[in-house]
């Protein structure tokens, strides 16, 4: 059964900072891995999706890799603004849809 | 990719009563998800609902408390049945895009009184 963990679940930048957050999943046979905002209350919103043949995908100052072999990827945004305050998270599709729980991120003015 | 009208987008319903969810799609799409998401929980799919056929539900999840209809290729409703408190959160309805992965509504935040 497929298994996603997001590290960290919490974390709060000064706005400016570049930031990394990490996705894992235990079952390497997928066919795409997607990121998500979602910001409080609403619903999600698709950043990037990577397909199970990509290393990378770029959109503005995000750029999400995927290691498909070690079960990890990896969603940088640089130059973090506030309104980039939100919650993060990652969902593989193999033989269904399987979501992390998510890292809330606060970027501090 | 696809686009999403979810209603209502937020409803405060006394328990027992029964709240109906609607999404509608801009194109045609094979299958439609409904999923939950519980205050501060990742989402949890609750069913799968194809065109001109019983939705299939996840371990967990039943037809007489989330009936779902989709009565053609571009409309799903997901009713939440006998509401109990417990029932407070966010419902989301999902379509895939194939190349553009999933996309989401804009969910529906629910409380129950």
């Known amino acids: 059964k497929q298994e996603v963990t997001q590290i960290p679940a919490a974390l709060s930048v000064p706005e400016g900072e570049n930031l990394v957050l990490n996705c894992s999943f235990t079952?390497?046979?997928?066919?795409?891995l997607q990121w998500f905002r979602q910001d409080p209350g609403k619903g999600l919103t698709s950043l990037l999706l990577i397909q199970s043949s990509q290393r990378e995908q770029t959109s503005g100052r995000l750029n999400a890799s995927l290691d498909k072999s070690s079960g990890r990827s990896t969603l940088y945004i640089a130059a973090s603004q506030p309104g980039d305050s939100a919650t993060y998270l990652c969902?593989?599709?193999?033989?269904?849809?399987?979501f992390g729980p998510g890292t809330r991120l606060s970027v501090l003015p | 990719s696809a686009v999403i009208s979810q209603k209502p987008s937020r409803d405060i319903c006394q328990r027992g009563t029964s709240l109906t969810i609607q999404c509608q799609v801009d194109s045609q799409v094979t299958m439609m998800f409904w999923y939950r998401q519980q205050p501060g929980q990742s989402l949890t799919l609750i069913a799968t609902a194809n065109q001109g056929s019983e939705a299939t539900y996840e371990s967990g999840f039943v037809i007489d408390k989330f009936p779902i209809s989709r009565p053609n290729l571009t409309f799903s409703t997901l009713t939440v049945s006998n509401m109990s408190p417990e029932d407070s959160s966010i419902y989301l309805c999902s379509v895939t895009g194939g190349a553009f992965g999933y996309t989401f509504g804009s969910g529906t935040r629910l409380t129950v009184v």
């Open positions: 079952d390497s046979a997928i066919y795409n």
């Open positions: 969902a593989v599709y193999g033989q269904n849809f399987v």
